[in-house]
């Protein structure tokens, strides 16, 4: 597999994990402060929630990149399959 194949399947791996996580921290950020003044203090609830939010973020980013190896893993075996075709003309 070429190193370009493998550049454009690592974005596009990201980008839908990333995309993903942005859908949700713009859905539900404001449980942990996510749309706060940056100057505006955190309840004790929201940072709860962030250290939550911030577990489960890595998890999410932990399986799409062991899953991002394993898919380039897989391609490139695959790759590496050759075959050998024999043509008979009919009648032999």
């Known amino acids: 597999m070429k190193e370009e194949d493998k550049s454009l399947i690592s974005k596009r791996f990201q980008t839908t994990m990333i995309g993903a996580i942005f ?27 962030g ?3 911030d577990n489960v973020r890595n998890k999410i980013l932990n399986n799409g990149n062991n899953q991002l190896r394993k898919t ?10 050759k075959y050998n075709y024999k043509f008979y003309k009919q009648g032999e």
């Open 23 to 49: 859908e949700f921290e713009n859905a539900f950020g404001y449980l942990w402060g996510h749309h706060k003044d940056e100057n505006e203090p955190l309840t004790e609830q929201e940072i709860k929630f």
């Open 51 to 53: 250290d939550i939010w």
């Open 72 to 81: 380039i893993a897989d391609l490139s075996r695959s790759n590496n399959i």
